[in-house]
T-cell receptor, first 112, second 111 residues
């Protein structure tokens, strides 16, 4: 079974731009969660989607948004990028909500 | 109440020794406590998880000890090997809900 895939793996953007990251969950998994990982803050929960509905949201500004498609693939978007948005963005999928999450390799976003 | 406090931040252990990482939580409603292992350049991988109705769970060289009354749980890595060098995250969550991660412990096993 293929694991969680994320594209692109690396991205460099300029302040003020927007970015879209993509995540394909493990086949059959309906829940997709997104996390931001930075050296100082660790793994911070962004949001979770289950069956195309956002079920949980972390404490991030509205510039961070996401969606899930009918095939469970998910995208997250960050608008008006700031330097502090530089991080590793991780996607995790699970059969149902929350438990036994399997992570992708992440997208390394650098904002200059 | 939503925090999970993990210690130490970094740990150096001799090959063959026991590595111990501790976590504490406040929310007694948490009912799922996983541990993740992350190697550089990779996403975290689920290592082992425990529910609060069990005081200990062992998988190979990895053991989770859970103390419900103290609201603490820990990961023990027996016979630690250089290949165990990684960052370890504890987490806590509710069934069917998000999980909260600790800030991680960078473990280095000396050969």
């Amino acid at each position: 079974k293929a694991g969680v895939t994320q594209t692109p793996r690396y991205l460099i953007k300029t302040r003020g731009q927007q970015v879209t990251l993509s995540c394909s969950p493990i086949s059959g998994h309906r829940s997709v969660s997104w996390y931001q990982q930075t050296p100082g803050q660790g793994l911070q929960f962004l949001f979770e989607y289950f069956s195309e509905t956002q079920r949980n949201k972390g404490n991030f500004p509205g510039r961070f948004s996401g969606r899930q498609f009918s095939n469970s693939r998910s995208e997250m978007n960050v608008s008006t990028l700031e330097l502090g948005d530089s991080a590793l963005y991780l996607c995790a999928s699970s059969l149902t909500q929350g438990i036994e999450q399997y992570f992708g390799p992440g997208t390394r976003l650098t904002v200059t | 109440q939503q925090q999970v406090k993990q210690s130490p931040q970094s740990l150096i252990v001799q090959k063959g020794g026991i590595s111990i990482i501790n976590c504490a939580y406040e929310n007694t409603a948490f009912d799922y406590f996983p541990w993740y292992q992350q190697f550089p350049g990779k996403g975290p991988a689920l290592l082992i998880a425990i529910r609060p109705d069990v005081s200990e769970k062992k998988e190979g060289r990895f053991t989770i000890s859970f103390n419900k009354s103290a609201k603490q749980f820990s990961l023990h890595i027996m016979d630690s090997q250089p290949g165990d060098s990684a960052t370890y995250f504890c987490a806590a969550g509710y069934r069917d809900d998000k999980i909260i991660f600790g800030k991680g412990t960078r473990l280095h096993i000396l050969p």
